[in-house]
Structure formats: C-alpha cells, structure tokens
C-alpha cells in the first residue's frame, strides 16, 4: 500500500466543523470465529460528527469490526456503549433503528430491485403504515409512499443519480452501484454512518466523487462516518483519526500525522508485503 | 408507437405511484377486465366456465400466492396445495358448525385459517433458507393431508375425508351456474390481485423483496426478519387458502385431501416459474400455460401418433406431459428465468417501437 | 420389548436404504453445490432400465452393466445441457432445475422401459433368518440384512475412494475449494460428469434393493423423496451424516407407525395409521428448529 499523499486532490474537512463527545465506546472487544481470532482485545472510540478511519491489511479484522458494531457479528467478550448505554447482544434492525446505517465492501444492494426502491428500502424503519394498509392502498399507507418518496428523491439529487432511478441496480455498473449503496444507507438519514471501503476497485475520478458525497454528508448532516479505506491518500487527507488493526490487534490510534509516524504501523505495513 | 411511455412524463411523484402509471396498461388493464366481467358471461359455454375459466382464476389465484411467498419474499415452498386443502376444509367446516354465516366470510376465516397454518409451518424460515426450507414445507404437504383424510371431525365423519360443498349463498342468491361461479370467482381474484399489486408496490413488498434479494443487508437496513417472513407465509397461504376454498365451493363442489397432492403442489410452482418469479401477471400467464398444455397435449397428441401410424395409448399421453412439463421448467430456468412475463414485457419493448424498427 | 427390538432393527435396516439414496445427494451436493432434487427420480430410472433390460431378454449382469451405461450417460448429458448452462445462477434456480429433471425423467423412462408395477429377483429372498428366529424369538429378514451388507460395503468403497484415488482426491478438493480443484489438473466439467456417474451408481445399488424389496413401480420415487428429511437430520455435506441420519429415520418412522397410532386412536377414535407417510418430514422439521445446521453440519455464519 502506498503511503503517499498526492493522488487525490480534496478540501479538507470545514475548519466550522465541531467534533462533539464519545458517542460510541467500544471496550476490549474479541470476536472469534471456532478457532479464527477475527478481533482480539480491541478498544477504541467515536466522537460525534468526526470521520474516524480504520485502516489495516487484508484479514486484519476491520469489516469485522463494523459488524460488531452494528450488531451482525457479537463479540464473545467485550462492552460496547453507545450514547451513553451499554449493549451486549443486538440485532442488526435495531441498531438501524438507532441511527446507524452502512455500506459492504462487496456491493449488498438488493438486486432485483429498482435504485429508487433500493433507497425506499433505507426508509423503512421511518414508515408506519401496516401490511393491511398497504394491501388497501389505505389511510397511511398512500401519503406515507409520498412523503418517502420526496425524501428518497433528495438522495437521489444528492447523489446526482436521477437518470438511474427506475434501472435495476444489477445492470448497474460497479461505481454507481457503490454510489447507490451510499444512497441507501443515507436515506435512513442515519446519525452514524460505517463505510466498508466505499471507494475499493474505483478510478481516481469516482474516487474523488465519493469523497466529496463523504466529506458533504459530514458536513451538511452532522453525520459521524467511521470509514474503513485502503487509500491512504484519501485516508490520510479526510480523517480525523484513525485507528489501526493488524491481525485483529489494535496496533495504532491516533489523528493522521501520529499514525503515520508509528512505528509498528509502518512495520505492519511493509512487513505485510504492501 | 403503439405502445409509448415516452412523453408521459409525470408532473408528480403522486402520479408516478399509480397501480399501473403507464397508460397503455392502464387502458390494456380495463379493458381486459371489462372483457372478462361483460363480454365473456355472454360468450363462453358452460364448458369454457366449468373446465377452463374457474380452474384458471382459482389457481392463478394459488399460484399468485406461491409467489407473494417464492417469488417476491424468496421463501421456496412445495406445500401450496396442503394450504389450499386448509382453506377447503376450514370453509367447509365453518358453513357447517357455524349458524348462519355468509359464505364470504366463510372464505375469509378460510384464508386466515390457512394463514395460520402458513405461519406454523414458515416457523423454521427464521433459521433455513432455500432447499432446506423446500423440505420443511413437505412436511407441510404430508402432513396436512393426513390430518384432513385421518381426523374425521374434519370431515364431518365421511369416508375417507371427502367432503361436499356447501350451497353458495350470498345475499339470498344461489350462485348456481357455472357463469354465476365464474363471476364469483373473478371477482375474488380480481381483488385478490389488486391488493397483491398494492402489496408488492408498498414497503411490505419492498421488505419482503429486500429479504429475498439480500438478507443481512435487509437487517442491516432495519427489517426485522422474523416479522417479515412470516408476514410472506401468512399472506400467501391466506391466498392459496381462499383458493382452495374456491376450488371446493366454485369448481369441484366435492373434494377428498388426497385431491390437494404433492403433484398439485409441483404444479402450481411450475405456474410460477413458467410464469414468471415474482411477477404479479406471470402468476396469471403460468396458471394458463400449465392448465392448457395438457388440454392441448390431449388433443394434439393422438392427432400426431394418427398422422405418422404410431402406437398410442393415453398412459403415453400421461408420459409425455409429465417429461414435457419437466422440460419447460428446465427450459425456462435456463433460457428466460424470469418467465412469460418477461416475454411479454419484451414484447411491449418492441410494440414501443412498432411500426418503426429503430 | 422383544417386539420393540424387532421393529428398531428392521427399521435400521430399511433406514439403510434410505441411506443410500441421502449419500447420492451428498456425493453431489458436495462436488458442485447442487441440491439434486432428481435423485429419486434416478432410483426409479435405475431400476426401471434393469427390470427394462431383463425383459428384453439381458441376464441380470448384463442388464446391470446396461443400466450402470445408462445411469453414466444420463449424468453426463445432465450436468452438458442443464447444470453448465447454470453455473452463475443462484442455487435455488439449481434445485427448482433438478425438480424439472426429476418430472423429465418421471416421463421419459416410463416411455421408454414400461410403467406396470413389476418384481425383480436378485436371487435374495425375504424371509426371517431362522436362527434368529430361534434363539431370540425375532424376525429379522435376510433380505434387509443382505441389503444393510451392501450398503456398508458401497460406502465403505466411497470412502476409500475418496481417500486413496486422485479423482477422490480431486472430488474432495472441489467440495472444499473450487480454485484448489482447478490446480490438481482436472477440470472441474470432467469432476461434476465423475460426480454424476458416482451418484447414478449409487442410485443403482439403491434402485436395486429398493427395487427387489417393494418392485419396480412409481412409487420408488416417493420412497426416495425421504431421503431428503435423512438430509437435514444428518446435514448436507456429510457421508457419515446420510448413514446415521437414514438409520435415525428408517427407526423412528417404524416405531411411530407402531405406536402412535393406538394413542391417537384412544384419544379421537378412528384409524390413525400412515404415519410413516409423513413422520420423516415432520421430524425433520422440528429438528430443524433446535439445530439447523444438522448432525454434523458446521454452524455457518454469513460473511458480509
Ligand atoms: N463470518 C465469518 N466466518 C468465519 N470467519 C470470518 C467471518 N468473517 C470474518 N472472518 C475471519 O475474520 C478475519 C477478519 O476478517 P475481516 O474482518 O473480513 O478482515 P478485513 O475486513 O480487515 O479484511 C479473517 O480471518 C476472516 O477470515
Ligand atoms: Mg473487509
């Protein structure tokens, strides 16, 4: 991996931003899986509306992470605390409920669903209507599809993705379907926003897209954005701070400077043959 | 240009929601149904209604069901003829225990009955997907008919669990005829049909869609997975429930639990694969495919054996559509997985474009 | 109790064959990930192309090696012009495929070898063996007996087979790591035909049994259709899994048939008999329940 720093051109972070208190507390995490230690003795934090990187080679545990904390995976041992209180076991639906959206680092769209019933999908733990107001075209059920539908069309402006609203996002090509995902996630207009390599496989032109949608929703909504990404460039230039993993350890923390001055983070990274 | 979507161009998001926001389908749709409720009753004979139009709407009806659950939630099931048998039954028993009751309420209880049934037998979803979910629905299938041919209270103690349909009653009117079935019967799957579409095109369709497509995505996302597919079972075999009943009360008028077999199960997932997975219309085009290949097989065969001299016996006939029936499903899933429906839909395509090539 | 004993082992014994067909579906599911519905469908077909053979006047080696022929060709052609055409389809569209094969071959065969009910004789009869008989008061057939002999003797060569040839290797290889397949030599078309003919042999020896056991008719198929409940309890993937998962069903469906229906019968009056028509599923479904991954299936958790 390269740790130089000009491949991209971005704005840093608006000096305006303020960077609130812990928001989510993670504490001795560990996650094995039979005999696979994915994580081991893991702590670190979030600080609200800060972008918090986590950065790591291949198997070093970072998707695991995210699925710790949005409740995919559970650790065996550990605590987290999430505004304040602390949770062992949730489900996914309800950390979504809770504010916390996420993209995959292999494209988890709902193939045979249009994009704009992808992004429809993100608002469904904001809709109350029932199955048997839906079936009637009833009461709720009518206003509810309008009001979501507005709310999916922001995204899609946002997101500068009108012309693919009615396309299956399987016929998608690879970046606007990472872009789509992004949407998805978004519409839930979600406090907190995990991001599994958003921009892996992308050219420098949609890389450079997908920062700015990054750098704009942190900005504009306040959202905090924990970011998995292998560019260091772009790693290094939109974080605030970054977390380091090598075989499910925590082996650096700290804003981008400090990381990239750690020794056992450079060791990690040429001992791992990047 | 006979069929155009371009320059509709919809000024509201609102208009854009509609049941079916392309105008040509809305004017096809119309027309489609004022054929079936006006044109047909004064054209069709009594052998139109009583072995082609009913049994077409009722398992059109069942297979829509199968795909509320297969095709749209993503849940395989081979026991939609089992859920069939619990709406016969439970409509049956309902007009017989209970005093006075209409008889559409009869066949709504019998949906909800089969619902019921549905969800108890979608309980291991929560835990299995795909082919391991196939073999817990046979259970289902196995299982139910035995309970209907075994219990005798089911039947109202007849032989071997046959029963016979209740008059048909609504409103002091004795739906008698074949015609009067018929437009019984299409009402029902008209309205059926419709709330499957607003079903489908609500958040519930998106959820269950969502589900299917990808599930650690769809809880990601805040869909309650339980909740979901259970909602798909619950729906579905309401839908193949108020078929069965139909199937008793409008079709046969009497119906034994075996009638309900594995083989009808198979038949009505053809329909849908045949049809087209997931598609609201596909589970209309595969129900007439499927009842009138061997309508056509029957004719056509002892036709062709006569034309070259060869031997024919109707067991043969028997044979040829079960390896024909075998061959279509293989034929679709690999050339056109998603159906007559799709076909169609290519066809609108190129009627888009009609009488201009490009 | 002597009674009990008597039921358990002829049910273990029938629970066998039921093994046998299951180990078919895991030979294939194992190699390409097929869930193979027509398995059953191919039992029938074995028998039938040997009773079809026989009446045309083969003796029974010869019409073994004929349907042993036929099985082969039917395998390669199968995974030709249906699986191939499939590769990037999802597994689902796979098995609703292989219901389709199972309805083609239900119709095809028929046509082809005759669909009247019919006996065949391997020269085994099915009567109890005397000194069981004699010294334990119980009936135990020597047919199932022979039938249980067999079985462990097809199994026992799969497994060596498996173990010490490099196509047992390579097939072995494939059900763990497809890429790993690729770089022992074999291409991976000529590992799932291999696969197809190994599965069609066993649904021979299964046919055969099966066949001399109950005649060569329909409903073979359905009997094979248990086999997928003997799946689930022993878990797809598992050869061990199949034998003990057969022998579990094969027990429980003959002892349920045996005393369950009084208890019902006591409670609602009525003949409640038939259950092993559905014991098999119901079973496994509630076992499903408790332990989804099988027997000896690995719990699994979706990588995302
Ligand atoms: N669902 C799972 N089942 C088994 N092992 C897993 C699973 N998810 C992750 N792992 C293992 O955990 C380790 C970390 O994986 P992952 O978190 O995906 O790493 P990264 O995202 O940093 O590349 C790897 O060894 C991986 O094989
Ligand atoms: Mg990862």
């Given amino acids: 991996m390269n740790m130089k720093l000009e491949t991209l051109v971005i704005d840093p972070p608006a000096p305006t931003r303020k960077i609130g208190g812990v928001i989510l507390d993670l504490q001795n995490i560990s996650l094995r899986f039979g005999g696979v230690k994915a994580l081991t003795d893991i702590s670190?934090?979030?600080?609200?509306?800060?972008?918090?990187?986590?950065?790591?080679?291949?198997?070093?545990?970072?998707?695991?992470?995210?699925?710790?904390?949005?409740?995919?995976?559970?650790?065996?041992?550990?605590?987290?605390?999430?505004?304040?209180?602390?949770?062992?076991?949730?489900?996914?639906?309800?950390?979504?409920t809770q504010g916390i959206a996420r993209t995959f680092q292999n494209i988890a769209l709902f193939k045979g669903m249009t994009v704009l019933d992808n992004i429809m999908t993100g608002r469904i733990t904001k809709m109350k209507s029932t199955f048997v107001e839906h079936a009637l075209w009833f009461g709720r059920a009518r206003q509810e599809e309008l009001a979501h539908r507005r709310k999916a069309e922001e995204v899609i402006d946002f997101l500068e993705i009108q012309h693919i609203r009615k396309t299956p996002v399987g016929r998608l090509p690879y970046g606007l379907q990472k872009r789509v995902e992004l949407g998805r996630a978004l519409a839930a207009e979600p406090s907190m926003l995990l991001l599994d390599e958003p921009m892996a496989g992308m050219n420098v032109e949609e890389k450079q897209d997908m920062c700015r949608f990054i750098l704009d929703v942190n900005d504009q909504f306040g959202t905090t954005i924990v970011l998995i990404e292998h560019d260091m460039g772009v790693v290094m230039d939109i974080s605030d701070r970054v977390v380091v993993l090598d075989y499910g350890k925590k082996i650096g923390d700290g804003v981008p400077d400090e990381v990239k001055n750690n020794e056992e983070v450079i060791k990690a990274y040429l001992g791992a043959g990047h | 240009m006979l069929y155009r979507e371009a320059g509709q161009f919809k000024t509201s998001y609102a208009a854009d929601q509609q049941l079916f926001p392309i105008r040509q389908d809305r004017i096809g749709v119309l027309l489609l149904l004022a054929a079936a409720f006006l044109a047909v009753p004064g054209m069709a004979s009594e052998y139109w209604f009583s072995a082609i139009l009913i049994p077409f709407l009722i398992f059109a009806l069942a297979a829509l069901g199968l795909n509320i659950l297969t095709g749209y939630a993503g849940q395989l099931s081979l026991g939609s003829a089992a859920f069939m048998a619990v709406g016969a039954y439970a409509a049956y028993n309902f007009q017989l225990r209970v005093e006075g009751i209409p008889i559409l309420v009869s066949f709504a209880l019998a949906g909800l009955t089969a619902a019921g049934v549905g969800v108890l037998f979608g309980l291991p979803s929560l835990r299995i997907k795909g082919f391991y979910?196939?073999?817990?629905?046979?259970?289902?299938?196995?299982?139910?008919?035995?309970?209907?041919?075994?219990?005798?209270?089911?039947?109202?103690?007849?032989?071997?669990?046959?029963?016979?349909?209740?008059?048909?009653?609504?409103?002091?009117?004795?739906?008698?005829?074949?015609?009067?079935?018929?437009?019984?019967?299409?009402?029902?799957?008209?309205?059926?049909?419709?709330?499957?579409?607003?079903?489908?095109?609500?958040?519930?369709?998106?959820?269950?869609?969502?589900?299917?497509?990808?599930?650690?995505?769809?809880?990601?996302?805040?869909?309650?997975?339980?909740?979901?597919?259970?909602?798909?079972?619950?729906?579905?075999?309401?839908?193949?429930?108020?078929?069965?009943?139909?199937?008793?009360?409008?079709?046969?008028?009497?119906?034994e639990p075996d009638g309900f077999s594995l083989e009808m199960s198979f038949k009505i997932l053809f329909m849908i694969i045949i049809g087209g997975v997931g598609s609201i219309l596909g589970s209309f085009l595969g129900a007439a495919f499927i009842l009138l290949l061997p309508i056509f097989l029957d004719v056509g065969l002892p036709w062709l054996a006569e034309l070259f001299h060869l031997p024919f016996s109707t067991a043969t006939v028997s044979h040829i559509q079960t390896l024909v029936f075998g061959a279509l499903i293989m034929f679709f899933l690999i050339v056109e997985p998603h159906g007559l429906a799709r076909l169609w839909q290519i066809a609108k395509e190129k009627l888009r474009l009609w009488p201009f090539p490009h | 109790m002597?009674?009990?004993?008597?039921?358990?082992?002829?049910?273990l014994l029938s629970g066998i064959m039921y093994s046998l067909v299951a180990?078919?579906?895991?030979?294939?599911?194992?190699?390409?990930?097929?869930f193979n519905f027509a398995q059953g469908a191919m039992v029938y077909l074995a028998a039938l192309s040997v009773v079809g053979c026989m009446e045309k006047g083969a003796p029974l080696w010869l019409a073994l090696i004929l349907a042993f022929a036929v099985m082969t060709l039917f395998g390669i052609a199968t995974e030709k012009f249906v699986l191939r055409k499939l590769v990037n389809q999802p597994p689902i569209a796979l098995f609703m495929a292989t219901i389709g094969l199972a309805f083609f071959v239900e119709g095809l065969a028929p046509m082809v070898f005759g669909s009247d009910p019919r006996a065949l004789d391997l020269g085994i009869v099915d009567e109890p063996i005397e000194s069981i008989l004699e010294s334990a008061g119980m009936v135990i057939s020597k047919f199932d007996l022979v039938a249980a002999g067999v079985a462990a003797v097809l199994v026992t060569s799969l497994a060596l087979f498996f173990q010490y040839t490099r196509i047992g290797r390579a097939l072995r290889a494939v059900a763990d790591d497809h890429q790993a397949a690729l770089s022992i030599g074999i291409p991976l078309q000529h590992i799932w035909a291999i696969v197809w003919g190994v599965a069609g042999f066993v649904a021979l020896v299964a046919g055969m049994l099966w066949g001399a056991r109950n005649g060569v008719q329909f409903a073979l198929t359905f009997t094979a259709l248990k086999a997928l409940p003997v799946l689930i309890l022993g878990g797809f993937t598992s050869v061990p899994g199949a034998i003990v998962g057969g022998l579990i069903i094969g027990a429980s469906e003959k002892l349920a048939e045996i005393y369950i229906p009084p208890v019902m019968q006591s409670l609602?009056?009525?003949?409640?008999?038939?259950?092993?028509?559905?014991?098999?599923?119901?079973?496994?479904?509630?076992?499903?329940?408790?332990r989804p991954e099988g027997l000896f299936g690995e719990r699994h958790i979706d990588r995302v």
């Fill in chain 1, 44 to 96: 670190f934090d979030i600080r609200e509306h800060e972008i918090r990187a986590i950065i790591g080679p291949n198997g070093a545990g970072k998707s695991s992470m995210l699925n710790v904390i949005n409740g995919v995976y559970h650790p065996q041992e550990g605590r987290i605390v999430f505004r304040g209180q602390e949770r062992r076991q949730m489900e996914p639906h309800m950390a979504a």
């Fill in chain 2, 133 to 255: 979910l196939a073999v817990a629905t046979l259970a289902a299938q196995f299982f139910i008919v035995w309970c209907l041919t075994k219990f005798p209270w089911l039947s109202n103690n007849s032989s071997s669990g046959v029963i016979s349909a209740q008059k048909v009653e609504i409103l002091g009117h004795i739906f008698e005829s074949p015609r009067e079935k018929y437009l019984l019967v299409l009402t029902v799957v008209v309205l059926m049909a419709l709330a499957a579409r607003n079903l489908v095109r609500t958040s519930t369709g998106r959820a269950w869609m969502a589900v299917r497509d990808m599930d650690v995505a769809a809880s990601v996302i805040g869909i309650r997975l339980m909740p979901t597919k259970l909602l798909a079972f619950a729906v579905s075999s309401f839908y193949c429930g108020v078929a069965g009943a139909l199937y008793a009360f409008c079709y046969l008028g009497s119906v």
């Fill in chain 3, 2 to 11: 002597q009674f009990f004993f008597e039921v358990l082992i002829g049910g």
């Fill in chain 3, 23 to 34: 180990l078919g579906f895991v030979l294939i599911y194992k190699a390409s990930g097929v």
């Fill in chain 3, 268 to 290: 609602f009056g009525g003949n409640f008999g038939g259950i092993e028509g559905w014991f098999p599923y119901v079973l496994a479904l509630l076992f499903l329940l408790v």
